[in-house]
């Protein structure tokens, strides 16, 4: 008997997919920026980094998923080198620990603005800024990087 005796023949004319692809409802809004985050991190070479764990997204954030989904966010639009604050899009740009507070905050509520995370921004805009610019986190996607 070969290995191949252990496993029958299918018929595959007889096979039908066990979902129509128009019966998968599209992504929601939050599963969207989830696929966003995966791409980030497989860009930047993040992705499946002890350092940055990626859980099983829920499928219904709570304000804790949020609050860090926003975080990262804000720490990839700048950079640390040479005790100054760069802006990732605008390299030229150089601005002290107190004035990046003053950009990044109008840069978050025109970011978010009209979306579910614009509540978050409105309350913790300070804290997330002081967060990425003081915290030593272990995931290096929630501070601003060197």
Not at 5 to 32: A, H, N
Not at 55 to 84: H, N, Q, Y
Not at 111 to 127: L, M
Request: hydrophobic share 40%; net charge negative.
């Amino acid at each position: 008997m070969n290995d191949d005796d252990d496993f029958p023949l299918i018929d595959t004319d007889d096979l039908s997919p066990l979902v129509e692809p128009d019966d998968i409802p599209p992504p929601t809004e939050w599963q969207e920026i989830m696929l966003e985050r995966l791409e980030k991190d497989i860009l930047t070479g993040m992705a499946g980094q002890p350092s940055a764990p990626s859980p099983a997204p829920p499928i219904e954030p709570t304000a804790d998923d949020k609050k860090r989904e926003v975080l990262m966010e804000v720490a990839s639009w700048f950079l640390v080198a040479e005790g100054k604050i760069i802006k990732v899009n605008a390299p030229e740009t150089r601005l002290s620990m107190y004035d990046v507070s003053k950009v990044a905050k109008p840069m978050m509520v025109e970011h978010y603005a009209r979306t579910e995370f614009a509540p978050i921004v409105q309350k913790h805009a300070g804290g997330i800024v002081r967060a990425c610019i003081e915290g030593e986190p272990t995931d290096p996607r929630l501070a601003f990087g060197v």
